[in-house]
């Protein structure tokens, strides 16, 4: 019989705050073992993706770089399941910040920053974070299935405070542009997935790979500030960690704006600032891998060719 995936999600939100954390903790660890074990599609995608951010890596190292990354990956889930318990002071402990001089200024003069960000760590705690101690976060997220899925995390999310929109409705890109000239408020754009099947080909620690257009399109046309950030754990001790309620926390590294160029095309323009933070974050990813959560298709490698041939003929 099938697994009822949203019916799962919603009985964890429903039901994780009632377990205790050490259990929930090694629930999910548990289950990042046995998937690393059963090796399904995603778990093999992952792989693959981390043997080109390590070429250098080993067989036994990739496996053990997998492991740890699904359990980084487990760990997100477990984490979001009862985030909405979190106290402030609980969010706040959990979260570290680096390099945040430049977005707190552009804040303060009354311009919205523009964030690009990868599939690491927990960016559901980056967005309750920034929301609460930078600006109100507007971001896009992807359509899940099934609906129900959806749903829960769009209230979820929601409940946090952040704004969502939903990749390939009509008017999302108006809207992230009406955002982004609005003072004080941060449209944050997870872009190392190209979701439209248009995205830009950059390069990617040393690979073709194929991301999204948001956060170069809405800092080109706007003006704002295109500040790349990435998000990784890092393990608590002492008081912080007594603070935090857990033993894991985030670190958010925020890296210099963007460099945005006058001259050329709109489409060169377009490419050269997304080289921009894809360069930036590629650091972050390079540093820290197992806390990619990269469990599909994003290297041109591994893309169908007939289905990139057709984006590459768009215009």
Not at 11 to 29: D, I
Not at 58 to 85: H, W
Request: charged share 25%; net charge positive; glycine share 8%.
């Amino acid at each position: 019989m099938a697994l009822d995936t949203a019916r799962l999600h919603h009985l964890a939100w429903q039901h994780a705050s009632k377990v205790p954390a050490p259990l929930l903790r090694g629930a999910a660890a548990l289950g990042a073992d046995v998937a690393t074990l059963l090796r399904p599609a995603g778990v093999r995608r992952l792989a693959t993706n981390l043997a080109r951010v390590r070429p250098d890596a080993g067989p036994r190292e990739l496996r053990r770089l997998v492991r740890r990354a699904m359990r980084s990956y487990m760990r997100y889930f477990g984490e979001v399941f009862v985030l909405a318990s979190a106290t402030p002071e609980q969010v706040a402990a959990r979260v570290r910040v680096e390099g945040r001089d430049e977005c707190t200024r552009a804040l303060a003069t009354g311009t919205s920053p523009v964030v690009a960000l990868t599939h690491q760590g927990n960016w559901d705690l980056a967005g309750v974070w920034a929301s609460t101690h930078l600006a109100p976060v507007t971001t896009v997220a992807e359509r899940l299935e099934p609906p129900a899925l959806y749903e829960d995390f769009m209230v979820f999310r929601e409940s946090l405070g952040m704004t969502i929109l939903t990749a390939g409705d009509d008017g999302v890109f108006r809207a992230l542009l009406r955002v982004a000239a609005a003072p004080g408020r941060l449209v944050c754009l997870l872009a190392d997935r190209d979701l439209s099947r248009t995205g830009v080909q950059v390069d990617l620690l040393g690979h073709p790979a194929r991301v999204a257009p948001g956060p170069a399109a809405v800092a080109v046309a706007t003006g704002a500030p295109l500040l790349p950030a990435g998000i990784f754990y890092e393990r608590l001790t002492g008081a912080r960690r007594r603070a935090a309620g857990t033993p894991w926390g985030i670190v958010i590294r925020f890296h210099p704006a963007v460099e945005v160029p006058t001259d050329g095309t709109p489409a060169e323009r377009l490419r050269t600032t997304t080289q921009g933070w894809v360069d930036a974050l590629a650091h972050d990813i390079h540093e820290h891998p197992e806390d990619w959560h990269m469990l599909q298709k994003v290297f041109v490698a591994d893309l169908d060719p007939e289905r990139l041939a057709r984006a590459e003929a768009r215009p």
